[in-house]
Nanobody
Framework: QVQLVESGGGFVQPGGSLRLSCAAS????????MAWYRQAPGKQRELVAS???????TYTDSVKGRFTISRDNAKNTVYLQMNSLKPEDTAVYYC????????WGQGTQVTVSS
């Protein structure tokens, strides 16, 4: 059974940084596309960034140049480095493992506020 466990969320002031981690188990991690999504209050869940098994990355426009997704296949972990955080980045961030698993983590709260 696939399990995804996020960590690294918290409270940060605008302009600050956080690094999210997602530890995966129960899957052959290196074969999967992994992604980070987020959901702000009253809004739909949106894709933030993804990374394929070949480490090709994509980002939503609002985070380009500020966020970096990476993976460590030896540790079965995917990361999201978030710099220059803005209040509009406030959301619950979810880790996602793509096909054929289509599994979600429990989410981690990120709050950006002065």
């Amino acid at each position: 059974q696939v399990q995804l466990v996020e960590s690294g969320g918290g409270f940060v002031q605008p302009g600050g940084s956080l690094r999210l981690s997602c530890a995966a188990s129960g899957m052959i991690f290196r074969l999967y596309t992994m992604a980070w999504y987020r959901q702000a209050p009253g809004k739909q869940r949106e894709l933030v960034a993804s990374i394929t098994s070949a480490s090709t990355t994509t980002y939503t426009d609002s985070v380009k140049g500020r966020f970096t997704i990476s993976r460590d296949n030896a540790k079965n972990t995917v990361y999201l480095q978030m710099n220059s955080l803005k209040p509009e980045d406030t959301a619950v961030y979810y880790c996602y493992a793509g096909n054929p698993s289509n599994s979600w983590g429990q989410g981690t709260q990120v709050t950006v506020s002065s």
